[in-house]
T-cell receptor
Framework: GQQLNQSPQSMFIQEGEDVSMNCTSS?????WLWYKQDPGEGPVLLIA?????ELTSNGRLTAQFGITRKDSFLNISASIPSDVGIYFC???????????FGTGTRLQVTL | GAGVSQSPSNKVTEKGKDVELRCDPI?????LYWYRQSLGQGLEFLIY????????KSGLPSDRFSAERTGGSVSTLTIQRTQQEDSAVYLC??????????FGPGTRLTVL
């Protein structure tokens, strides 16, 4: 099935650094979502974006819904060790419908 | 806990055998989804149930895969004549209508 292009694939950063990752699609989505997955767990929703151009924050996380509706980015400021995990973007064409996921960004934080 | 639960957490089977994976959604959630996550990959949609409507089966990779949802609650994903390429983590999610999808911890399937 289709997967969204997500970059970078992995990143090693030092504690306290800011992180940026993005996701692109050849298709338009009406909703963009960012999830975090810890080992052995299912993904957990971090941020949801519902409107083109929307910029939304959740604590140290900020995400934007691209104007073209074909891309989104996620920023994490002042990273901490518990930010370690795999981050996935996901697009949705309508509410209450399937999610199309990105390929994931594996984040590792060094002290 | 009131989250989505899945069983078994791990399943090892031999090629050619059938397997059943179970999902217990959050009580009252009307929508239920199955996704598959291969090693190092993102999640791939398999099937979606919404209330009494006909399920969206557009993501099922072959006719060896089927799923049912009984009584609008528990769901079972069945894979017949398993192949090695079926090895993956199978994740279930539920939502209350159009709201956020909550994921279970998944079932890790290994086909030898």
């Amino acid at each position: 099935g289709q997967q969204l292009n997500q970059s970078p694939q992995s990143m090693f950063i030092q504690e306290g650094e800011d992180v940026s990752m993005n996701c692109t699609s050849s298709s338009i989505f009406n909703t963009w979502l960012w999830y975090k997955q810890d080992p052995g767990e299912g993904p957990v929703l971090l941020i949801a974006l519902y409107k083109a151009g929307e910029l939304t924050s959740n604590g140290r996380l900020t995400a934007q819904f691209g104007i073209t509706r074909k891309d989104s980015f996620l920023n994490i400021s002042a990273s901490i060790p518990s930010d370690v995990g795999i981050y996935f973007c996901a697009g949705q064409t309508g509410t209450a419908s399937k999610l199309t996921f990105g390929t994931g960004t594996r984040l590792q934080v060094t002290l | 806990g009131a989250g989505v639960s899945q069983s078994p957490s791990n399943k090892v089977t031999e090629k050619g055998k059938d397997v059943e994976l179970r999902c217990d959604p959050i009580s009252g959630h009307t929508a239920l989804y199955w996704y598959r996550q291969s090693l190092g990959q993102g999640l791939e949609f398999l099937i979606y149930f919404q209330g009494n409507s006909a399920p969206d089966k557009s993501g099922l990779p072959s006719d060896r895969f089927s799923a049912e949802r009984t009584g609008g609650s528990v769901s079972t994903l069945t894979i017949q004549r398993t192949q090695q390429e079926d090895s993956a983590v199978y994740l279930c999610a539920s939502s209350l209508g159009r709201d956020e999808q909550f994921f279970g911890p998944g079932t890790r399937l290994t086909v030898l």
